[in-house]
C-alpha cells in the first residue's frame, strides 16, 4: 500500500497562455478556449487505461505506468504537439519515468516535478523534452534499438527532445508554424518571451 509506481510523466504548459487569455477578454471571444478545447480533442479515442490524461488550465499531464509502452506513449506526445501547432498554439514540456501515485484528487508525483524542472530549466524552445533516464533505462536491451530507432528522440547539445518530423509530419508542421508566425508577429512585437 505505501509503494509508489514508476511511470512516464509527460508535463506539457501552452505557451503564451496570459497572452491568449488577454486576447479573449479585450475581443469578447472564447477564441483560446475553442483552440484548446480543438487540440484536445486528439486524445478522445485515447485508451486511457494505457494513457491517463489530464488538462487544467494551461497544463496537459499524460502518463504511462507500462514501462514497455515508451514508443507509443512517445507517439502519442506527437500527436498531442502536432494536434496543438495545428490550432495555432506552441507546447513547450518535458517527460520523465520516475514515481508517480494518483488517486482522485491527490497526485504525489516526484515524476512531475522532475518533467517540471526539466520543462524549466531545458526546454526553452516549444518542443518537449525526454529525461535521459528514460533513455538509460533501455541501453544494452533490444527495445533501445526500438527507442532510438523510432525516430521520435533527437539529441542535441547533449539533451534529448521529441521529433516531431517526419516524411508525413514535416508540411503540417511547417504551414502551421508559419500561420501562427503571420499571424501573431505583429501582435508579440515587444512581447520577447511570447515571441
Request: contains cysteine.
Amino acid at each position: 500500500m505505501n509503494e509508489i509506481s514508476y511511470s512516464y510523466v509527460a508535463l506539457l504548459d501552452v505557451l503564451a497562455y496570459k497572452e491568449y487569455l488577454e486576447r479573449d477578454r479585450a475581443s469578447g471571444r472564447l477564441e483560446f478556449r475553442d483552440a484548446m478545447s480543438k487540440a484536445l480533442s486528439v486524445l478522445t479515442t485515447v485508451n486511457q487505461a494505457e494513457f491517463d490524461y489530464k488538462a487544467i488550465s494551461d497544463t496537459i499531464i499524460v502518463t504511462c505506468s507500462a514501462r514497455e509502452k515508451v514508443v507509443p506513449f512517445l507517439r502519442l506526445l506527437k500527436q498531442i504537439q502536432i494536434s496543438f501547432l495545428k490550432e495555432g498554439l506552441f507546447l513547450r514540456g518535458a517527460t520523465v519515468y520516475a514515481r508517480h501515485f494518483q488517486s482522485g484528487s491527490l497526485t504525489y508525483s516526484p515524476a512531475l516535478a522532475r518533467a517540471y524542472e526539466l520543462e524549466q530549466k531545458t526546454a526553452i524552445y516549444p518542443r518537449i523534452m525526454i529525461d535521459q533516464n528514460i533513455l538509460e533505462m533501455f541501453a544494452s536491451s533490444k527495445r533501445e534499438a526500438g527507442l532510438l530507432s523510432s525516430g521520435l528522440v533527437c539529441e542535441w547539445n547533449g539533451a534529448f527532445f521529441l521529433n516531431i518530423l517526419d516524411a508525413r509530419s514535416w508540411a503540417r508542421v511547417y504551414t502551421a508554424a508559419s500561420k501562427m508566425f503571420t499571424r501573431d508577429s505583429v501582435k508579440l512585437v515587444g512581447q520577447e518571451s511570447a515571441f
